[in-house]
């Protein structure tokens, strides 16, 4: 057992009940009666920080919630890396199907149960905490440190570019580190290289200017949510393909040897059905399940209203109906462009009886690591020292928009180095984070910044 090991060992209750802690603040950035919450959930972060031997910490104002900044600058020569996650965390009801209450932390079966478990204060735990054992162990740093933990993820980040773009020398880098994604288990860990793009919009379809009497004017009114279930039916093609013109254009067609790759991480149809409850996989035809994941773009409707859903029955015609859609993309794609498809396409499939309104919510850019860089295979020895295992690479089909603005901005390679699990349930009831992937976690994020620090900056920098 190494030092490490050892140390992790001598404090696994310290780390349950501190995690515990972190998860009980009900940190909700997209509820505004929870900003209390988030702003003392920084303020917990800021507390780790300085007790883990930061020598400047601070909480910093953004237009909406705080980000917490933190460094220690005492390795000459060294190289210097940034860490970012966030303390914010999605809504979580009782009623949505949890077991415990979300923000009860429980451990059943060796998995810690709460919202933010896995996504993402648990990762972050772990790197702060990796490092208060590197500092008790030999009382400084193999490089030189920053932290970057924002409250504002679960809402897409909306003002942290322009933060980064407030603080660039305060932030700038050789290497960046973000824990916020899964490997594929504990025998096989994994590291994203691939991340997609985001483009979020909100289509309103207007009918009369009032709901109206469905005996009155039934037949005679064209329904706004039947319009609107017939525009975005439309969007798609019965093969799973997405219906927008020009909407592949751009996508990059994946080569054999990523194929074979992907290949090696994909996952069976009775898996699949394991982790989702449905009964049958569904998609674009002609690739399988990871690709369609990871390496193809998606249009997905995310909500859907309009008329009367109370209890009982109301026959109205409703004056309006409204549908959330995303899209997920890949590299090439552009999201302020596909929003311009999507709404031509729609001003074309829009009847004369309706009018529309496409509203965008959010953009994202998708962000592809290189997999031969001299911080890569830092990463690749860390898991193999934390979890026993050459790690696999696969793309990963969610969006962590800041990773293209770190990789535009400094030109640093960013390291996608996640603990969580396939299953651990991000977002939905039931969110959890196997406590061996914290342990393991702390032991690779430790062993990442010993690696990291054997090379120089300048060779770690180079692509």
């Known amino acids: 057992m190494s030092d490490t090991q050892t140390l992790i060992a001598a404090n696994r209750e310290r780390f349950l009940e501190e995690l515990k802690a972190f998860l009980s603040i009900p940190s909700i950035s997209t509820l505004s009666e929870r900003t209390a919450d988030v702003q ?3 303020e917990w972060t800021a507390d780790q920080l300085r007790a883990a031997g930061m020598t400047r910490v601070q909480i910093m104002p953004t237009a909406k919630h705080p980000v917490v900044y933190a460094e220690w600058l005492g390795a000459p020569e060294k190289p210097t890396v940034l860490i970012y996650g966030h303390y914010d965390v999605q809504p979580a009801e009782l009623e949505a199907g949890w077991q415990s209450d979300p923000f009860t932390p429980e451990v059943r079966d060796g998995n810690l ?11 972050v735990y772990a790197n702060i905490k990796a490092v208060q054992l590197l500092m008790q162990r030999d009382g400084k740093l193999p490089v030189n440190l920053k932290f970057l933990i924002e409250g504002e993820e679960e809402i897409g980040s909306p003002n942290l570019d322009a933060f980064i773009a407030a603080h660039k ?31 979020y919009l909100e289509l309103e379809v207007r009918g009369p200017r009032q709901d109206l009497h469905s005996g009155g004017f039934g037949g005679t009114v064209h329904n706004p949510a039947q319009a609107l279930c017939e525009i975005i039916a439309a969007l798609r093609h019965p093969d799973g393909s997405v219906a927008v013109e020009g909407f ?19 996952i069976s149809e009775d898996e699949w059905r394991k982790l989702t409850g449905a009964p049958k996989a569904w998609g674009e035809a002609g690739y399988s399940l990871r690709e369609r994941v990871g390496a193809r773009p998606t249009l997905e409707i995310n909500g859907i ?32 462009e596909i929003e311009a498809l999507i709404r031509a396409q729609i001003e074309k499939l829009a009847p004369p009886t309706i009018t529309w309104e496409l509203r965008p919510l959010n953009h994202g850019y998708p962000a592809l690591v290189p997999l031969d860089s001299l911080a890569m295979e830092c990463a690749v020895s860390a898991y193999e020292r934390g979890f026993g295992a050459r790690p696999l690479f696969l793309r990963e089909g969610g969006s962590i928009p800041v990773v293209a603005t770190f990789m535009q901005t400094y030109g640093a390679p960013v390291l996608l180095v996640g603990y969580g699990l396939p299953d651990d349930g991000a977002h939905g009831p039931n969110e959890k984070f196997a406590l061996e992937c914290l342990y393991r976690g702390i032991h690779t ?7 990291l620090g054997k090379h120089a900056p300048e060779a770690l920098r180079a692509r």
Request: proline share 5%; with cysteine.
């Open 40 to 42: 003392r959930a920084a």
């Open 113 to 123: 149960y709460a919202r933010g478990a896995s996504d993402d204060k648990g990762q």
């Open 169 to 199: 020398e305060l932030l700038r880098a050789d290497v960046v580190v973000v824990s916020d994604t899964a490997i594929q288990s504990l025998t096989q860990p994994s590291i994203v290289y691939g991340l997609r793009g985001l483009v």
């Open 248 to 266: 592949y254009d751009k996508v990059r067609p994946l080569s054999a040897e990523e194929r074979a790759a992907i290949a090696k991480t994909d």
């Open 305 to 336: 209203w309009g008329g009367f859903t109370g209890e009982g029955s109301k026959t109205v015609l409703p004056a309006k109906a409204t549908a959330k859609i995303s899209c997920r993309l890949v590299p090439d794609q552009e999201p302020h």
């Open 445 to 451: 994020a430790a062993a990442l910044l010993e690696a």
